[in-house]
């Protein structure tokens, strides 16, 4: 069983910037990829960016250069670090152990003047 909490989101201007956190209980952690998925309204959920144990990265076309994941294995916890933020970046954003049925329960981002 594992256990995803997310955290971290909220409002913020556009060009600003936001860390998401998510904490995951269970020993799959330190060896299963995790990732952020994003669902904005009336729109599918997206991956957002991956990261395996070992640390190597993916990120959605529209995010490179902009966002950034992170894992500590030691403290269980994966990061997304999202700077430049724009409005279509407005979504509810979710935690996910790759490839497995868990899920976070999501964490509001919204991106506005």
């Known amino acids: 069983q594992v256990q995803l909490v997310e955290s971290g989101g909220g409002l913020v201007q556009p060009g600003g910037s936001l860390r998401l956190s998510c904490a995951a209980s269970?020993?799959?952690?330190?060896?299963?990829?995790m990732a952020w998925y994003r669902q904005a309204p009336g729109k599918l959920r997206e991956l957002v960016a991956r990261i395996t144990s070992g640390g190597s990265t993916n990120y959605a076309d529209s995010v490179k250069g902009r966002f950034t994941i992170s894992r500590d294995n030691a403290k269980n916890s994966v990061d997304l670090q999202m700077n430049s933020l724009k409005p279509e970046d407005t979504a509810v954003y979710y935690c996910?152990?790759?490839?497995?049925?868990?899920w976070g329960q999501g964490t509001q981002v919204t991106v506005s003047s």
């Open positions: 996910n152990c790759w490839g497995t049925v868990y």
């Open positions: 269970g020993s799959i952690f330190n060896t299963a990829a």
